[in-house]
Nanobody
């Protein structure tokens, strides 16, 4: 069974930075995508970024381009999401998810079959 865990959230002042981590168990399939999603109170879950293991490609939602950076460490079975210049509107529970995928990844929830528990990010103004 694939297991993922997201951690690294916390309370941060606007303008600060955070690095979220997603660790996952070894997959039974070779090619996978890891996606980062967030859900703010009262809002739908939205995808923010993803990483594809097959070609190392990444993708970002337009709303986070330039502030969010996704990276991976294959040796540690980990994918990271660095968030710079945090804004109050970044306040949300952040989730990482995994799915069997080859090529450029996407950030639609239906693409991901395995989800970790979220980590909460609160940005104070």
């Amino acid at each position: 069974e694939v297991q993922l865990q997201a951690f690294g959230g916390g309370l941060v002042q606007a303008g600060g930075s955070l690095r979220l981590s997603c660790t996952f168990s070894r997959f039974t399939f070779d090619d996978y995508a890891i996606g980062w999603f967030r859900q703010a109170p009262g809002k739908e879950r939205e995808g923010v970024s993803c990483f594809s293991s097959s070609d190392g490609s990444t993708y970002y939602a337009d709303s986070v381009k330039g502030r969010f950076t996704i990276s991976s460490d294959n040796a540690k079975n980990a994918v990271y999401l660095r968030i710079d210049s945090l804004k109050p509107e970044d306040t949300a529970v952040y989730y990482c998810a995994a799915g069997h995928h080859r090529g450029l990844c996407g950030i639609k929830t239906v693409m991901y079959h395995y989800w970790g528990q979220g980590t909460e990010v609160t940005v104070s103004s």
